[in-house]
C-alpha cells in the first residue's frame, strides 16, 4: 500500500528530554512536512523540506530539528528547548513543483509531555 | 496577513440534514482552496481543490464552492451520515506554495 506512516501514534516525554518522531513515505513525494496542531488552532508548520539533504524552517522551528537524509523519511526531533511541546504533530507529502499538487497527511502522533 | 477563518466554530446537526460551512480568506497571492476532512485523532483527507477559475467542485455529498472576488468559500454537506461527524478544515495555497490552515469547523452529526 502506498501512504505515509508515521510513528508512534502516543508518545510520552520526560521534561528535559529529547524525543524523535518517525515520519516514512512510500509515495515517491520529493516534498515534506512537519505540522503542529493545537486545540482552536489551524495547522502550523514547523519545517519542510523539498528535496533530499535540503529543509527550511517553517513560522514555529524553534525547539525542533529535523533531517532529510533519505527521499522517504523525515523524521522531527523535539528538543528540550521546545518549552510547550505537547500537542497533536502531522506529517505531510507532496510532488515537487506544481502548485495543485495534493498533500497526503500521515495519522498524526500525539506527544504529551509527564 | 495571511488568514484564513472558518465559521461556525462547531456545529450539531441531526441526521440526514444538510449543512453548509463557510471559509474566508485573507491569502495573496491565491493559488487554490482546498478541504480537508478530519477525523478526531487522525490526519486530514483531502475532499476538494479549487482553483482560481472554479466555482464549485463536487466529491460525492460534498459540494465546495468559491468566490474569488469576495475571496469566499462553502461546503455543503447533504443528507449527512453520522460518519461525517469530523472536523472540517479550509486551506488556501498562497505565494511559494505555502498552505495556510483555517482552524476547522467541528461537525457533529446526531442519530
Known amino acids: 500500500d502506498g501512504g505515509i506512516t508515521q510513528s508512534p501514534k502516543y508518545l510520552f516525554r520526560k521534561e528535559g528530554q529529547n524525543v524523535t518522531l518517525s515520519c516514512e513515505q512510500n509515495l515517491n513525494h520529493d516534498a515534506m512536512y512537519w505540522y503542529r496542531q493545537d486545540p482552536g488552532q489551524g495547522l502550523r508548520l514547523i519545517y519542510y523540506?523539498?528535496?533530499?539533504?535540503?529543509?527550511q524552517k517553517g513560522d514555529i522551528a524553534e525547539g525542533y530539528s529535523v533531517s532529510r537524509e533519505k527521499k522517504e523519511s523525515f523524521p522531527l526531533t523535539v528538543t528540550s528547548a521546545q518549552k510547550n511541546p505537547t500537542a497533536f504533530y502531522l506529517c505531510?507529502?507532496?510532488?515537487?513543483?506544481?502548485?495543485?499538487?495534493?498533500?497526503?497527511f500521515g495519522q498524526g502522533t500525539r506527544l504529551t509531555v509527564v | 496577513k495571511n488568514q484564513v477563518e472558518q465559521s461556525p466554530q462547531s456545529l450539531i446537526i441531526l441526521e440526514g440534514k444538510n449543512c453548509t460551512l463557510q471559509c474566508n480568506y485573507t491569502v495573496s497571492p491565491f493559488s487554490n482552496l482546498r478541504w480537508y476532512k478530519q477525523d478526531t485523532g487522525r490526519g486530514p483527507v483531502s475532499l476538494t481543490i479549487?482553483?482560481?477559475?472554479?466555482n464549485t467542485k463536487s466529491n460525492g455529498r460534498y459540494t465546495a464552492t468559491l468566490d474569488a472576488d469576495t475571496k469566499q468559500s462553502s461546503l455543503h454537506i447533504t443528507a449527512s451520515q453520522l460518519s461525517d461527524s469530523a472536523s472540517y478544515i479550509c486551506v488556501v495555497q498562497g505565494g511559494y506554495n505555502k498552505l495556510i490552515f483555517g482552524a476547522g469547523t467541528r461537525l457533529a452529526v446526531h442519530p
Open positions: 523540506s523539498q528535496i533530499v539533504n535540503d529543509f
Open positions: 505531510a507529502s507532496s510532488t515537487q513543483g506544481a502548485s495543485n499538487t495534493e498533500a497526503f
Open positions: 479549487m482553483t482560481f477559475s472554479e
